[in-house]
């Protein structure tokens, strides 16, 4: 017998869960526009010494009805094997599902069995349903009704109400960027860098992010100088190319713009100029490749002094003609640019000297990078610091405008972040935690990294979402890479859009009633005054302030 129970996108079902301890999901709100997720989890009872042993399972024809049927998008959540649930040396808080490696949920991939559901006995599994809610849609209540058939009266059903709010989600207003790796696709497809299969690759993956709210793409004008052992190097992924002709250089950009019509065509917003100098210190040149004399060679990298003369010559002459190139089609503020990744404290003037060679020509764009150190505000060496959500407590009260944050590998304690084996709540928290504080941007460092640390070797995302047991499984990358060229996405790239959705929701919500009132909606929720070291301690909780802001948001439409 099919067992079968509706319940939140924010649940996470291990394979030897028990059904019976998850709430059922009976009715959600969801406003016009929004992209809604529901699970629908499922085991097989059978009676044991029955048959051969293959009767403990069976594939199962899922059928989704109602008006709402069209819009639905269904997934088969997938298990994978998780080594490193969270760092070695950092003490984990007691809300993960699990600090001890075993098989977790993650990959989303379409259904299989000529699209039928299989359900195990003894085993609990799940299916994620995503609905596209459409912006004419009818305000209203919708019955979801959903049913597994296998056959010889293996039935169930369930269904969920489904009320659709007459207001339509605002457009997203955050800049959000996930570091998006183009080596990475090559290496993994075993294609050449810049071929036409690996552009479609890249079109693909980018299409992914774009649709799950990612606005702004990392953008390698040369090979970003990112997660590299010094002296070692990643493949040239180089936008630009260059000719050095005795102490002359000249640009080609005609790849750069055929990144920017591909962007401009899927919906990529922003360009995020890949690193000027190497990740923490800022010390060196990134590894730049140019035809000299007629032969390509590399002419900058480790062994360039970063502020020297003759890369800051280098340097200045790109910067100019990039500004000039992207002028002519009105391109050049949509451009962040970037000196050096995670400089810490020590390296604070390494950062000055280098941010020096460019800052007079850069002083009407924005330049950002990712650190946790004040001192870099304090003594106005960056003017769009990205702290860390476990050190951006300074920065708020220092009332640092525009302020950004981000998080990878070592927020791994009361802070929001997407390891797989964190549960989804505390994914989604950062919505809430964004809208608060006022956060106009976020940055993760793994949307495709397919490396193990410094970019030694290529892993196998499907077996090492730990990058070979370096980081927090989960950090390195948020879609899978399937054998068509497409990515496949894990849940954590979905439940982190569902807070990017909530923030819109927020906005909406003021735009009525006053940010206190939303702030309020969200500290009684969450039972305390919200930090960035708040998160959801349950699915309800969240589901309790989308409930209560989208019922806010329908008296203020009814009043009208």
């Known amino acids: 017998m099919i067992?079968?129970?509706?319940?939140?996108?924010?649940?996470?079902?291990?394979?030897?869960?028990?059904?019976?301890?998850?709430?059922?999901?009976?009715?959600?709100?969801?406003?016009?526009?929004?992209?809604?997720?529901?699970q629908v989890l499922h085991t097989y009872e059978y009676e044991p010494g029955v048959g051969s042993g293959?009767?403990?399972?069976?594939?199962?024809?899922?059928?989704?009805?109602?008006?709402?049927?069209?819009?639905?998008?269904?997934?088969?959540?997938?298990?994978?094997?998780?080594?490193?649930?969270?760092?070695?040396?950092?003490?984990?808080?007691?809300?993960?599902?699990?600090?001890?490696?075993?098989?977790?949920?993650?990959?989303l991939r379409p259904l299989h069995y000529v699209n039928?559901?299989?359900?195990?006995?003894?085993?609990?599994?799940?299916?994620?349903?995503?609905?596209?809610?459409?912006?004419?849609?009818?305000?209203?209540?919708?019955?979801?009704?959903?049913?597994?058939?296998?056959?010889?009266?293996?039935?169930?059903?369930?269904?969920?109400?489904?009320?659709?709010?007459?207001?339509?989600l605002p457009k997203e207003s955050i800049y959000m960027t996930q570091w998006f790796h183009c080596d990475c696709l090559a290496t993994y497809y075993n294609v050449e860098i810049w071929s036409e299969r690996h552009w479609?690759?890249?079109?693909?993956?980018?299409?992914?992010?774009?649709?799950?709210?990612?606005?702004?793409?990392?953008?390698?004008?040369?090979?970003?100088?990112?997660?590299?052992?010094?002296?070692?190097?990643?493949?040239?992924?180089?936008?630009?190319?260059?000719?050095?002709?005795?102490?002359?250089?000249?640009?080609?950009?005609?790849?750069?713009?055929?990144?920017?019509?591909?962007?401009?065509?899927?919906?990529?917003?922003?360009?995020e100029i890949a690193h000027f100098f190497t990740q923490w210190g800022a010390e060196h040149a990134p590894k730049i490749v140019a035809n000299v004399d007629g032969v390509e060679r590399?002419?900058?990298?480790?062994?360039?002094?970063?502020?020297?003369?003759?890369?800051?010559?280098?340097?200045?002459?790109?910067?100019?003609?990039?500004?000039?190139?992207?002028k002519k089609n009105g391109n050049d503020k949509r451009c962040f640019f970037h000196i050096s990744d995670e400089p810490r404290e020590a390296h604070l003037e390494s950062y000055r000297a280098a941010r020096a060679v460019v800052a007079d020509l850069l002083e009407d764009y924005v330049i950002m990078d990712a650190l946790s150190?004040?001192?870099?505000?304090?003594?106005?060496?960056?003017?769009?610091?990205?702290?860390s959500n476990n050190h951006i407590a300074p920065f708020i009260e220092g009332r640092v405008p525009n302020l950004w944050t981000y998080y990878c590998c070592s927020q791994s304690r009361k802070v929001s972040n997407r390891f797989v084996a964190m549960p989804s709540w505390r994914n989604r928290s950062i919505g809430f935690q964004m809208y608060k504080y006022d956060i106009v941007g976020f940055l993760h460092w793994g949307y495709n990294f397919y490396n193990n640390r410094h970019s030694?070797?290529?892993?196998?995302?499907?077996?090492?979402?730990?990058?070979?047991?370096?980081?927090?499984?989960?950090?390195?990358?948020?879609?899978?890479?399937?054998?068509?060229?497409?990515?496949?996405?894990?849940?954590?790239?979905?439940?982190?859009?569902?807070?990017?959705?909530?923030?819109?929701?927020?906005?909406?919500?003021?735009?009525?009633?006053?940010?206190?009132?939303v702030v309020k909606v969200i500290d009684d929720a969450i039972g305390t005054d919200v930090t960035f070291d708040t998160c959801a301690r349950n699915a309800a909780q969240i589901l309790n302030i989308r409930e209560t802001l989208n019922a806010m948001i329908k008296r203020a439409i009814e009043k009208k």
């Not at 028990?18 to 059922?24: K, R, S, V, Y």
């Not at 150190?373 to 702290?387: E, R």
């Open 3 to 38: 067992r079968i129970k509706p319940v939140s996108s924010l649940e996470k079902a291990m394979p030897e869960s028990d059904i019976a301890d998850f709430a059922p999901l009976t009715r959600i709100s969801a406003l016009k526009g929004e992209r809604l997720s529901v």
């Open 54 to 107: 293959f009767e403990s399972r069976v594939n199962a024809e899922l059928t989704v009805r109602g008006a709402l049927a069209p819009y639905v998008t269904v997934h088969d959540v997938c298990n994978v094997p998780v080594e490193r649930p969270v760092l070695q040396n950092v003490e984990a808080d007691e809300d993960y599902i699990s600090t001890r490696p075993g098989l977790f949920p993650d990959l």
């Open 116 to 168: 039928k559901v299989c359900c195990t006995a003894g085993l609990v599994f799940s299916v994620w349903i995503e609905i596209e809610v459409p912006e004419d849609s009818a305000a209203g209540e919708y019955a979801l009704d959903i049913t597994l058939d296998g056959g010889e009266g293996n039935f169930a059903e369930t269904s969920v109400t489904v009320e659709i709010i007459d207001a339509v």
């Open 200 to 271: 479609e690759i890249i079109e693909n993956f980018a299409r992914m992010a774009v649709k799950n709210g990612i606005n702004m793409l990392l953008t390698p004008v040369f090979t970003p100088p990112l997660d590299t052992a010094v002296g070692g190097e990643r493949p040239t992924a180089q936008l630009v190319g260059v000719t050095k002709r005795e102490e002359e250089y000249s640009f080609d950009f005609s790849l750069l713009d055929r990144w920017v019509e591909m962007c401009d065509r899927i919906g990529i917003q922003y360009f």
């Open 298 to 326: 590399k002419i900058f990298g480790w062994e360039t002094e970063a502020a020297g003369e003759e890369y800051s010559t280098f340097l200045r002459t790109f910067v100019r003609e990039f500004l000039a190139h992207m």
């Open 373 to 387: 150190n004040y001192v870099f505000w304090q003594d106005g060496v960056v003017s769009t610091p990205i702290p």
């Open 456 to 517: 030694g070797d290529a892993i196998i995302p499907f077996l090492q979402q730990d990058g070979d047991s370096w980081v927090p499984a989960g950090d390195a990358f948020s879609v899978y890479p399937a054998q068509n060229g497409q990515p496949l996405p894990a849940l954590r790239l979905l439940v982190f859009f569902d807070a990017l959705q909530d923030m819109r929701a927020m906005k909406l919500c003021e735009s009525y009633y006053g940010k206190d009132a």
